[in-house]
């Protein structure tokens, strides 16, 4: 395993199963909630077995990335305003770096240089849709889980969740307006998995039931499986191989 830096994008990357044949490269984000670190969603989807190197991205305002006043600070500002304090920036500079970074790992890991899958869960999912809507590097397929497709129902579920009513501003529902990949289904061209927790909020349920409707994606409910992914248990156990299996088949040659 290689923890580092590219294009100050901090990342975990775990070799392919065959060093020194050619390989694919799979990056992806991890959650907010568990796993909440790159290193955590490494260990709970480690995809090990397939000749790929899998590079785990750190999110904006977390890890080594966390604002002064660390995760107090983090919940503080998403008191505020979660969808302009939290989910836009995290998803703008996320997926506004991404090219550079990737370029750089491109260069810097041996044999990196087939096929690009890209993956996320829950707010990591958000770029990981994000990236690929964007075009700005040619993805091969794509695999998410807890997936936030629509912004607008998971601010309701938080609401629930918390206690709280958020505030919407026009400004804020222009913002869940372009996370909403439901109405962007258009926009996501490379082959997708959707992976859900049977037992997750209909918040994430049914806007990805949704989008599987919509564009033919692959949907997998997880049976046992609530909206977090804790490294090391059955659930993260499924999703690995539900993941595994289909880069396996996606990115093969």
């Known amino acids: 395993m290689i923890e580092g830096i590219a294009a100050g994008v901090p990342f975990v990357a775990v070799p392919p199963a065959n060093a020194g044949e050619p390989a694919a490269l799979v990056a992806g984000w991890h959650l907010m909630d568990v796993p909440s670190s790159e290193q955590a969603m490494a260990e709970a989807v480690p995809m090990a077995g397939l000749q790929a190197w899998r590079v785990y991205f750190g999110l904006p305002l977390s890890g080594a990335r966390l604002p002064e006043g660390g995760h107090d600070e983090v919940f503080r500002r998403a008191g505020e305003d979660a969808v302009l304090n939290v989910f836009e920036p995290v998803t703008e500079q996320a997926a506004g770096e991404f090219p550079a970074a990737l370029a750089e790992l491109r260069d810097r890991l041996p044999g990196a240089s087939g096929p690009l899958g890209v993956f996320g869960g829950s707010a990591g999912a958000i770029v990981a849709l994000e990236v690929l809507a964007r075009g700005d590097a040619e993805i091969t397929a794509a695999a998410v889980v807890s997936p936030v497709v629509?912004?607008?129902?998971?601010?309701?579920?938080?609401?629930?969740?918390?206690?709280?009513?958020?505030?919407?501003?026009?400004?804020?529902?222009?913002?869940?307006?372009?996370?909403?990949?439901?109405?962007?289904?258009?926009?996501?061209?490379?082959?997708?998995?959707?992976?859900?927790?049977?037992?997750?909020?209909?918040?994430?349920?049914?806007?990805?039931?949704?989008?599987?409707?919509?564009?033919?994606?692959?949907?997998?409910?997880?049976?046992?499986?609530?909206?977090?992914?804790?490294?090391?248990?059955?659930?993260?156990?499924?999703?690995?191989?539900?993941?595994?299996?289909?880069?396996?088949?996606?990115?093969?040659?």
Do not use: C
């Not at 997708?192 to 037992?199: H, I």
């Open 150 to 253: 629509q912004l607008a129902p998971m601010i309701a579920a938080n609401e629930r969740r918390f206690g709280v009513t958020y505030a919407w501003t026009e400004r804020s529902r222009a913002v869940a307006a372009r996370y909403d990949y439901v109405n962007r289904a258009a926009e996501l061209t490379a082959p997708l998995l959707l992976v859900t927790g049977a037992d997750d909020d209909v918040a994430v349920r049914e806007p990805a039931a949704a989008l599987h409707e919509k564009l033919g994606a692959e949907l997998v409910a997880v049976e046992g499986m609530a909206h977090e992914l804790p490294p090391g248990t059955p659930a993260a156990a499924r999703v690995d191989a539900a993941f595994t299996g289909w880069f396996a088949r996606q990115l093969r040659g």
